[in-house]
């Protein structure tokens, strides 16, 4: 039951999120662009049936080869089928958009999960992970990919299967380095100091946290896969039945379309490798430009810091983290210059797209710990604050005061102490 | 540098091509009990079981696949630490190393004028764009790489063969396969070849000279906002004493990292273009492997790259760090 409601929850947090996102990308003048030939693209591929005037599935429906443009073939007729290449070119847009898109939603998850593991985990899984990541960036991906077809066969599911088998590493990479960033971030570490588990931080705080990425990477690399996958169908490795826009290529180049000067048969699935490839390059570039606050104008940076101000965390944790600044073991200080500005600005996109610091009630936390461990903590609370605070100016009384109360937290079977001093990458 | 560092990364390399030797040794056993049996011939007519087993050993010691895979897996690697990559399946049995030497020059003739190419102007246009920032030049520099990303190299190949190529005749639209059959140091031949190979770099570059573009006008930007800039300016420096003496200088970082990437893929990074313009490389020699399943030459070629793109990473990281020493040895980029 539990499952399922945080199940539903995500869903409806990622649903509200999407939403938000498409909101965002309207107002952006460059998403427009990119949404708007999405949406047309997609609407070629569901309808192309519809649209189509041949079917050129339909061996009955084959005109002569290589007839020129003319009303009734409005861009020809292949040159080595006789299909009618405007349909083709409408049904093309379903197998590039949807090997694209599940491609990149499928890596999309592999990155993520692997990313999240190595970032938050570290130790061995980190280490196994960033390993394999290391190789499958050496081996050139091409000849790999061909070589898995060949040894797999052509299916659509072993192609999506392969590009994301392989595709993964860089957005782990990614992740990951994120992830080391806002493992260090206060909302992080007050969830690790009540209690929650490992599997609850990754699920309700680090997975939010990088999901403006993922949506991000999911549209960049579903555009790297098109091409991939036009690419890998022009050499007449992809799937021999389905009909793709490298595949028309190539049957123009190998029909002699050059020689004939069959120009349309070449530009036409051109043209659309480039508006299916461009529109989701804007769209992830506009996203880039919405999520990454240095690029923003404006003063929105110190408007957000000063909501970040505001949360929680400084209302239950302001004696602690006061005191414990004062003797400056919290991991923040520990940091070098350079990522806690990162961490910043890793932070303050949040609020705006609703994804970082969502905001965690302290009793839903709490909901973890069994009864007897939150009344000792609430007695703890109530003994250790106010001395702590009233103490905080006298250097000397306070550090050791807190220290201890952190210390008998930490002891808690299943939640290790957050790793202060383990600031950097490795 | 440090001398840890140095160990370090060079052990971690010599791991990480073990694991890819051991990939490549694995992946044509996928589903299949005995892969030797993807090259045995059709038992004749007049052929007894007897004399076919014998020819199917036979086979099997050919291209190293008799005994249990663990032996067989042990012989690979032995083989492979003198140099020998297996022997391929095409007609006449060449060892696959002797393929790959033959090919891999006209590879790198085109990936290497390729790289040089658009390293120079890339950088040339990148600076000017981040001087005139905002300007058109800029501009027209930033919707010239969306552009150009999202336009396959291999469709723009296609579009210059056609019109260069077949229309207008300028250049040959295929390469003149007595070309690389009879190369000789003489003049005429190697202009044969910049004639040829004309089209297919022409093709690569476009591409290219835009990326190495927009990162160093994203990197020279980013520099040219820091303190010593603006001393430079103070002290009465010339415009073009700043940017080539100050700000690039300083800019170069991202741009070595993006080179060692782009050295590290030179050999199998123009698989597409040579297949359209015909090209005798390594990616032509894959691609007919595949065609064929000459899997030892796949694979061998699949390990000479993979090798090729280690070497290349590791010497990167070291120039890296010697450009960069504030780059914490051991810290990743």
Known sequence: MKVLKNVGLFCWRFLCGVGRFFKKLWQHKQGRVGLIIVAFLAVLAIFAPLIAPYDPYDVTQRAEKGLTPSWEHLLGTSITTGQDIFSMLIYGTRSSLSIGLITGVVIAVLGSLLGIAAGYLGGWVDTLIMRVVDVLLVIPSLPLVIVMTNVLGTSYAVIVLVFAAFGWTGLARVVRSQVILIKNANYVKAAE????????????????????LLIMSTALTSAGIMVAEAGLSFLGLGNPTAISWGKMLADAQS???????????????????????????????????ILNPKMRKGSSMVKVFKHLNNTYLDEVFASMDEASRLKGEYAGDALPEEVKTETLALETYAPLTGGVPEVVPAEEIAIELPAAEIAAENAENEAGAPPAESAAP???????????GRHRRSKKPGKPRVETKDGGDK | MKASYVIKRILLTIFIFLVV???????????????????????????????????KEQIRIQYGLNGSTFQQYINYMADLFTGDLGTSYQTGSPKVIDCIAECLPWTLVLSVSNLLISLVIGILIGTMAAWKRGRWQDKLLLNASTITTALPAFFIALILSFYLGFEWEIFPAYTDQNMTANFDWSWQAISTVMYNAALPVFAMVIGGIVSYAQSTRNSVIAVSGDDFILTAKAKGLSNNKVIYGHTLRNAMLPIVTQFGMNVSGLIGGSVVIEQIFNWNGMGTLFLTANSNNDYPLMMGIMIFMSAFALVANLLTDFVYSLLDPRVTLGERR
């Open chain 2, 21 to 55: 030797i051991t990939l490549c040794f694995f992946i044509p056993r996928i589903g299949v009990s005995d892969p030797a049996s993807r090259y045995y011939p059709a038992q004749t007519a007049g052929m007894s079981d007897e004399e076919y087993e014998y020819i």
């Open chain 1, 394 to 404: 006298a250097e000397e009384s306070a550090p050791a005061q807190t220290r201890g």
């Open chain 1, 193 to 212: 100091l009540v209690g929650a588990s490992k599997w609850y931080i990754m699920w309700r705080h680090i997975l939010p946290a990088v999901s403006n």
């Open chain 1, 255 to 289: 029909g002699g379309a050059m020689l004939f000067g069959h120009w349309w048969s070449i530009l036409a699935p051109g043209i659309g490798i480039f508006l299916s490839v461009y529109s989701f390059m804007r769209i992830g570039l506009a996203l880039e430009e």
